[in-house]
């Protein structure tokens, strides 16, 4: 069974600066996804970045950016230039065959 | 359009009551989902459908009953609810296996109270 990890339950950056958020996962699939999400108080689920497993290569997407260690099932993501509108939680998920599931997640606030 | 609608937004039913919640897409997509989310705790993954069929079910209680009448619509018949089931349901769409973008798209919940 896959599980999904976030160790830190809080966290606080000031606007401007920039935060890392941690994620692990466990899976003994080969091929797999992985996905940060950010679910604002609206409670709409914003998809924020993928990584396929496959590619070396960190994704990025404008101020976010991944760490993705694969022999380590480490998935941490950065965001840069942090701002009020990043305030929300932010969930770490796991894809591999039709199954998407979700770490516990790390709830972010961006102070003035 | 990126979009996935779910209808209601908001629902009260008492214990004995039948309702329906609704979701639909637009997207071609050949996955779709329900989850589960209460307050400050992830989304729960209920039910997978794949091309139309139910691939995943995780051990969901027989008062949840999904139905997929087709490739665009997702229903979650809901019929002696307890308390506890009081939660925001959450419906998301993906291409589905072999897709090129896996990524999951989600509705804006329907946020389901129970008395």
């Known amino acids: 069974a896959q599980t999904v990890t976030q160790s830190q339950p809080e966290m606080s950056v000031q606007e401007a600066e920039t935060v890392t958020l941690s994620c692990t996962y466990d899976t003994s699939e080969n091929n797999y996804y992985l996905f940060w999400y950010k679910q604002p108080p609206s409670r709409q689920m914003i998809l924020v970045i993928r990584?396929?497993?496959?590619?070396?290569q960190n994704a990025t997407e404008n101020r976010f950016s991944v760490n993705f260690q694969k022999a380590a099932k480490s998935f941490s993501l950065k965001i840069s230039d942090s701002q009020l509108g990043d305030t929300a939680m932010y969930f770490c998920a796991f894809s591999a065959a039709d199954k998407l599931i979700f770490g516990t997640g790390t709830r972010l606030q961006v102070f003035p | 359009d990126t979009e996935v609608t779910q209808t209601p937004k908001h629902l009260v039913m008492g214990m004995t009551n039948k309702k329906s919640l609704k979701c639909e897409q637009h997207m071609g997509h050949r996955a779709m989902y329900w989850y589960k989310q209460k307050a400050k705790k992830p989304p729960e993954l209920m039910f997978v459908?794949?091309?139309?069929?139910?691939?995943i079910n995780e051990s969901v209680p027989s008062r949840f009953s999904p139905e997929c009448p087709n490739s665009s619509l997702l229903n979650l018949h809901l019929h002696a609810l307890q308390p506890e089931d009081s939660a925001l349901y959450l419906c998301?769409?993906?291409?589905?296996?072999?897709?090129?973008?896996?990524?999951?798209?989600f509705g804006q919940g329907t946020r389901l109270t129970v008395v």
């Open positions: 998301a769409s993906s291409r589905g296996r072999g897709g090129a973008q896996p990524e999951a798209f």
């Open positions: 990584q396929e497993a496959y590619k070396q």
């Open positions: 459908y794949s091309y139309e069929k139910l691939s």
